[in-house]
């Protein structure tokens, strides 16, 4: 782009108070929806008033199944989010999954590697798998050691990965949530060769078709969000999936109207709205 | 001769030893060196980008503490406040900036996502009738699968609750299915582009024996 339209891109793009940006009125609107029915959701879930249930999700009990084939062994379970990242959405989902698998780890006694390439991720799941420890009763149990950051460098931090799972033979293999790059096909290729049983999930479309063929079970694409919130039973989450669930179903109807005004009508005032 | 060439040969075979012993000395070596190198190039990466030209100001026309940029020592002493879980009487103390941290990553992506999902929402409105049978067959089918793929996502809604249900979800797991198959093809594809380039490293590259 010339430097002299370049400038004006930039003009036009300013934010009205810094928060409101020209073309993103229907996003606005969309948004603010979507925050009231999270939080009318989050409320009613607090106070204990009755809000559609999430119901269960297959993949999730083979978590438990996988655990307790590691403490039946006597092997180690390896927890992996591939190349987590404190922005992706994904992350956040796999926060509670973590501390679920931790949990169940502890409670059964059975040794939990995470191994992370990121260094804040790597503070932040050293201190929910401590709380997880605690919050099980066995505080002494858990090992730092156990949560290791090899390196931020994607195919580096992957040969880390294989050594240990090479090594310590795991005898499971969570993969929750991502985002997972092309690092995917080869953790669940070595998980395959130690002999561990994989449970993976992950809304990274590209690597999506990998979990499927080679993890025993999937979570695939918003299950893994529907998941976090099935395991944790917290109310701000179980609400957030709720509301969510709405806000889908706001979304199922625009695109039944839409469609419906884009066959009979030559213009489409619902497109012009939503991307006004 | 070329060393740097030869250096990237040798690391290329020594990674695909892997393949046949997962635990062979080649392996381990070329690992080690791997994560040692990605180890060391990352901590000068974070001192030339991040550290030095803000904290020590070493960085040419960068604001810095020692162009009087004061403000930055919040950050600093906030980013600190991590290394209290080496401590123990004081570890809570580093739950803070990783509080903020999350915060502040929910709210990133509360800030920048949306607009990405409505374009995809308007681009979804098919016209189901073009004009010409083909192309509205294919939005019939477009529109199908997108609403079947919707309802299996739908996690409140039991996916026996009604025939409707049960069939969109159905139809939306063919279409996932689908879309994943096309998926994989691409990608294994892609991935055998990748090999072919190592080879054509090592046949061309290095041996010049083929591929020019």
Known sequence: ?276 | MDWGILAGAICTIAVWTYLADNQNPIWELIQHIYIGLAYGWSVGYYWYTYIGPTFVGTGKDVDSLRTGHWEYIIPIIVGLLIYARYIPSISWVARYPLSLVLGWGAGYILAFNPPIFMGQITNSFYDLWTGQLSSSINNWILLLCLLGTLMYFFFTIRRDANPVMKGGVWLGRWAIMVGLGAAFGNTVLYRYNLFYGRLHYILGDWLHIAGG
């Open chain 1, 1 to 276: 782009m010339p430097f002299g339209l370049s400038l004006l891109a930039q003009e036009e793009s300013k934010a009205v108070w810094g928060i409101f940006t020209a073309g993103q009125a229907g996003a606005f609107v969309a948004v603010a929806i979507f925050a009231i029915l999270v939080y009318v959701m989050i409320t009613r879930a607090r106070a204990g008033q009755s809000i559609r249930e999430i119901h269960k999700i297959p993949g999730l009990d083979a978590i438990s199944e996988a655990v307790g084939r590691a403490t039946e062994m006597g092997r180690p379970v390896h927890y992996t989010m591939g190349l987590p990242s404190i922005t992706d959405p994904q992350t956040i989902a796999a926060f509670p999954v973590l501390g679920y698998v931790a949990k169940l780890c502890a409670q059964y006694e059975t040794r939990l590697i995470n191994t992370v390439p990121d260094v804040v991720i790597y503070a932040i799941n050293e201190e929910i798998i401590r709380q997880a420890y605690l919050e099980a009763g066995r505080p002494d149990a858990f090992n730092p050691d156990d949560v290791r950051f090899i390196t931020d460098w994607q195919f580096a931090y992957v040969a880390g990965v294989l050594e240990i799972l090479a090594a310590e033979k795991p005898a499971a293999q969570i993969l929750f949530a991502g985002p997972f790059y092309a690092e995917a096909m080869i953790f669940i290729e070595a998980g395959a060769l130690a002999g561990a049983i994989q449970v993976g999930g992950t809304a990274s479309t590209a690597q999506l078709p990998f979990f499927v063929a080679g993890c025993d079970y999937a979570l695939i694409g918003e299950e893994i969000y529907a998941a976090s919130a099935y395991l944790s039973k917290e109310p701000i989450i179980t609400g957030t999936v709720v509301g969510e669930d709405y806000f889908k179903f706001l979304i199922f109807a625009a695109i039944i109207v839409g469609t419906l005004i884009a066959t009979f009508a030559t213009s489409n005032p619902l497109a012009t709205f939503m991307t006004s």
